[in-house]
């Protein structure tokens, strides 16, 4: 028999407890010897018992030339992986990598390029991949066993303690002193779900919608929603939380146009339609190394396999930070001291397998704390939230508002698609004319003719948040016309912030032209319909608001403040309730040194917009930036009051 395979552990502790268990398996049959162990902490003899008396080191560079190690496993915390992948393979040992790889596409590369320079092996540990089930699966797929594939779901659900996030220094941070960790759901404890769905496939990832959330309070995700767009026209989706009562077994559905396939990777089971469950046999992938090291075998999960998951970490390592869970939707255990004990969210484990069933992210399943109700919170409480995807009629032109927005006491200051006009929604930007397309939503108005229903409405399409928290967001949109064609895309940025007794929506747009030719604003108004200037940000109010009044520093009512252009403007009105009503203010200040004029109704209906093109069009070469704060309180504010307000609101 040929000599047992030296081998050197980098991270005795945590995880590599498993890998010890294992090394003792295989040393007991003789296929290794473990030569070292390399670790920031001695590793005590009692943990290392039955693997005789291995050399101990901080130096596994060192450690692998002295003990002259042919593999090297690394079990440590993700940042450290690539640094020492590279030591290990520049000293001329094979490796076994835990997964993640490395926390970087970056790293992941540099692993890379240090494999081939030296020559030697590097096997990632997803350990699903080592299974025949996945092959199974494939041959399925190959056969036509369920038709064409038009979609991979994946779904998991399991419980993690709190102390799960106080276990390493690194648990569940994203980054640490600026250096990289990407300790997320999808990225760690369920990676292998990621790298099981890709493997089911040969079609690389062509985009990715992701939604990232924590109920626990931690940098990174416990529970994650990502779509993946494939470029043959596959969707993956995979809903994971780490938020469950209790463990449930993750699994993936294939789904074909004459049926589907169940993979529950942890069991190396597979499912064809409604059949009996068949197990498939799973390969150690230690011992798969090592027999590539004696007898060439191929690896089961070579370094370039992991390349597709490794895109889709990044991809997560550069998404916005993760938006916490607010209590209110959480089950949170205690000790007999107060102390949390762990964090539940009822009924995920049901919405990640209604995602695995639907292709659908979390925030297309109707989750109150999911993105679409982006919440924006003030002293600990969700004074507004933001539709970002919104499922309406084109006739409305589909765009991202806050609906609803609320005062500090609860009183809900905004309406969507109410009775008079159902395509106003909320707060947000609405411009009736660019160019002949109709952002507005509703009839356009014709000169000559009047308001006539066209097929001119556009679209304002969400692209990606770029930075998102408690206090607000920034957005990138993109403005599409009725046939598709991008002809703005918009940089949004909403942030909610407290002021006394009250609070302040900050709103700032960016408008950026990308027809090459210019674009020209117009509102009805302009088009000759007397007053109708409206185009730009718009607030509708409740139309159930009792006691409307509206007035800025030097006008009083609609008559007196339509189309003036003082700097801030007020409405004031009160929301019927059983037990009497609830007044309440709004106080819209224009950030720019010269402000525009003011659209103003409240006989008709309450609201109130900053007009883009009163008279005249707006003709847009290349950019146009905007920017209105609006103060939200309870109770009637006086004219000295609002304009106190105004000032703190900009300052």
Same mark, same amino acid.
């Given at each position: 028999?040929?000599?047992?395979?030296?081998?050197?552990?980098?991270?005795?502790?945590?995880?590599?407890?498993?890998?010890?268990?294992?090394?003792?398996?295989?040393?007991?049959?003789?296929?290794?010897?473990?030569?070292?162990?390399?670790?920031?902490?001695?590793?005590?003899?009692?943990?290392?018992?039955?693997?005789?008396?291995?050399?101990?080191?901080?130096?596994?560079?060192?450690?692998?030339?002295?003990?002259?190690?042919?593999?090297?496993?690394?079990?440590?915390?993700?940042?450290?992986?690539?640094?020492?992948?590279?030591?290990?393979?520049?000293?001329?040992?094979?490796?076994?990598?835990?997964?993640?790889?490395?926390?970087?596409?970056?790293?992941?590369?540099?692993?890379?390029?240090?494999?081939?320079?030296?020559?030697?092996?590097?096997?990632?540990?997803?350990?699903?991949?080592?299974?025949?089930?996945?092959?199974?699966?494939?041959?399925?797929?190959?056969?036509?066993?369920?038709?064409?594939?038009?979609?991979?779901?994946?779904?998991?659900?399991?419980?993690?303690?709190?102390?799960?996030?106080?276990?390493?220094?690194?648990?569940?941070?994203?980054?640490?002193?600026?250096?990289?960790?990407?300790?997320?759901?999808?990225?760690?404890?369920?990676?292998?779900?990621?790298?099981?769905?890709?493997?089911?496939?040969?079609?690389?990832?062509?985009?990715?919608?992701?939604?990232?959330?924590?109920?626990?309070?931690?940098?990174?995700?416990?529970?994650?929603?990502?779509?993946?767009?494939?470029?043959?026209?596959?969707?993956?989706?995979?809903?994971?939380?780490?938020?469950?009562?209790?463990?449930?077994?993750?699994?993936?559905?294939?789904?074909?146009?004459?049926?589907?396939?169940?993979?529950?990777?942890?069991?190396?089971?597979?499912?064809?339609?409604?059949?009996?469950?068949?197990?498939?046999?799973?390969?150690?992938?230690?011992?798969?190394?090592?027999?590539?090291?004696?007898?060439?075998?191929?690896?089961?999960?070579?370094?370039?396999?992991?390349?597709?998951?490794?895109?889709?970490?990044?991809?997560?390592?550069?998404?916005?930070?993760?938006?916490?869970?607010?209590?209110?939707?959480?089950?949170?255990?205690?000790?007999?001291?107060?102390?949390?004990?762990?964090?539940?969210?009822?009924?995920?484990?049901?919405?990640?397998?209604?995602?695995?069933?639907?292709?659908?992210?979390?925030?297309?399943?109707?989750?109150?704390?999911?993105?679409?109700?982006?919440?924006?919170?003030?002293?600990?409480?969700?004074?507004?939230?933001?539709?970002?995807?919104?499922?309406?009629?084109?006739?409305?032109?589909?765009?991202?508002?806050?609906?609803?927005?609320?005062?500090?006491?609860?009183?809900?200051?905004?309406?969507?698609?109410?009775?008079?006009?159902?395509?106003?929604?909320?707060?947000?930007?609405?411009?009736?004319?660019?160019?002949?397309?109709?952002?507005?939503?509703?009839?356009?108005?014709?000169?000559?003719?009047?308001?006539?229903?066209?097929?001119?409405?556009?679209?304002?399409?969400?692209?990606?948040?770029?930075?998102?928290?408690?206090?607000?967001?920034?957005?990138?949109?993109?403005?599409?016309?009725?046939?598709?064609?991008?002809?703005?895309?918009?940089?949004?940025?909403?942030?909610?912030?407290?002021?006394?007794?009250?609070?302040?929506?900050?709103?700032?747009?960016?408008?950026?032209?990308?027809?090459?030719?210019?674009?020209?604003?117009?509102?009805?108004?302009?088009? %000759?319909?007397? !007053?109708?200037?409206?185009?730009?940000?718009? +607030?509708? @109010?409740?139309?159930? =608001? *009792?006691? #409307? /009044?509206?007035?800025?520093?030097?006008?009083? %009512?609609?008559? !007196?403040?339509?189309?003036?252009?003082?700097? +801030?403007? @007020?409405?004031?009105? =009160? *929301?019927? #309730? /059983?037990?009497?009503?609830?007044?309440?203010?709004?106080?819209?200040?224009?950030?720019?040194?010269?402000?525009?004029?003011?659209?103003?109704?409240?006989?008709?209906?309450?609201?109130?917009?900053?007009?883009?093109?009163?008279?005249?069009?707006?003709?847009?070469?290349?950019?146009?930036?905007?920017?209105?704060?609006?103060?939200?309180?309870?109770?009637?504010?006086?004219?000295?009051?609002?304009?106190?307000?105004?000032?703190?609101?900009?300052?």
């Amino acid at each position: 028999m040929a000599a047992p395979v030296r081998v050197v552990l980098a991270g005795a502790h945590g995880h590599g407890g498993a890998h010890l268990t294992n090394l003792r398996r295989l040393q007991d049959a003789g296929a290794v010897t473990l030569a070292g162990v390399c670790d920031v902490r001695p590793v005590p003899p009692e943990r290392l018992a039955g693997l005789g008396r291995p050399e101990q080191s901080a130096d596994l560079g060192e450690l692998v030339e002295r003990t002259g190690a042919e593999i090297t496993i690394v079990v440590t915390p993700i940042q450290t992986h690539a640094d020492l992948a590279v030591q290990a393979l520049a000293a001329g040992s094979h490796l076994l990598l835990e997964k993640p790889p490395a926390a970087t596409l970056a790293d992941f590369e540099r692993i890379a390029m240090a494999a081939a320079r030296s020559g030697r092996a590097c096997q990632v540990g997803f350990q699903s991949l080592g299974s025949q089930a996945v092959p199974a699966v494939r041959k399925m797929i190959a056969d036509g066993a369920i038709g064409a594939v038009r979609g991979i779901g994946v779904a998991g659900a399991w419980e993690r303690p709190a102390t799960y996030y106080t276990r390493a220094a690194w648990s569940g941070r994203r980054r640490i002193d600026g250096v990289e960790v990407v300790d997320g759901a999808l990225t760690n404890p369920f990676a292998h779900a990621v790298a099981t769905a890709l493997a089911l496939t040969d079609a690389p990832v062509a985009t990715t919608e992701i939604e990232l959330y924590h109920a626990n309070p931690i940098e990174a995700d416990d529970t994650s929603a990502v779509r993946l767009h494939l470029t043959d026209g596959t969707v993956v989706t995979l809903a994971v939380s780490l938020c469950a009562p209790r463990r449930h077994e993750p699994y993936l559905l294939v789904h074909g146009e004459t049926g589907r396939i169940r993979l529950t990777y942890t069991l190396d089971e597979v499912t064809l339609d409604d059949g009996p469950p068949v197990r498939y046999p799973r390969t150690d992938l230690l011992e798969n190394l090592v027999a590539h090291v004696r007898d060439g075998a191929e690896l089961l999960v070579p370094l370039h396999r992991s390349a597709g998951f490794m895109g889709v970490l990044d991809e997560i390592r550069r998404a916005p930070d993760p938006l916490p869970i607010p209590d209110e939707f959480q089950e949170i255990d205690h000790d007999a001291a107060g102390l949390v004990e762990r964090r539940v969210l009822p009924g995920i484990a049901a919405l990640t397998e209604a995602s695995a069933e639907r292709l659908a992210l979390f925030s297309e399943l109707g989750v109150p704390w999911s993105t679409p109700g982006v919440a924006l919170r003030v002293a600990g409480r969700t004074v507004a939230r933001y539709a970002w995807r919104p499922d309406l009629p084109v006739t409305l032109s589909p765009r991202p508002h806050l609906h609803p927005v609320r005062t500090l006491a609860g009183t809900e200051v905004t309406e969507v698609r109410p009775a008079d006009h159902v395509h106003h929604l909320g707060a947000g930007v609405a411009i009736a004319d660019v160019s002949g397309r109709n952002f507005w939503g509703g009839r356009t108005y014709v000169p000559g003719r009047g308001p006539a229903w066209l097929d001119d409405h556009g679209a304002q399409l969400h692209e990606r948040f770029t930075a998102r928290g408690d206090g607000g967001f920034t957005e990138t949109l993109s403005w599409a016309g009725p046939d598709g064609t991008v002809i703005m895309r918009e940089e949004r940025t909403v942030s909610a912030r407290p002021l006394p007794g009250c609070w302040a929506l900050d709103f700032a747009f960016t408008l950026t032209n990308t027809t090459g030719r210019p674009l020209k604003i117009s509102s009805s108004a302009v088009k %000759g319909r007397p !007053g109708a200037g409206y185009g730009g940000f718009f +607030w509708r @109010a409740p139309g159930c =608001a *009792t006691g #409307r /009044d509206v007035f800025t520093a030097t006008a009083q %009512g609609e008559a !007196g403040t339509h189309g003036v252009t003082d700097p +801030w403007l @007020a409405l004031t009105a =009160a *929301t019927p #309730r /059983d037990d009497g009503e609830a007044a309440w203010s709004l106080v819209f200040v224009q950030a720019e040194e010269t402000p525009e004029p003011w659209f103003v109704r409240i006989s008709d209906y309450p609201g109130v917009g900053v007009a883009l093109a009163w008279e005249r069009a707006l003709v847009v070469e290349d950019t146009l930036a905007r920017r209105i704060v609006t103060v939200i309180a309870d109770g009637r504010l006086t004219r000295a009051r609002a304009a106190g307000l105004a000032a703190e609101a900009l300052s």
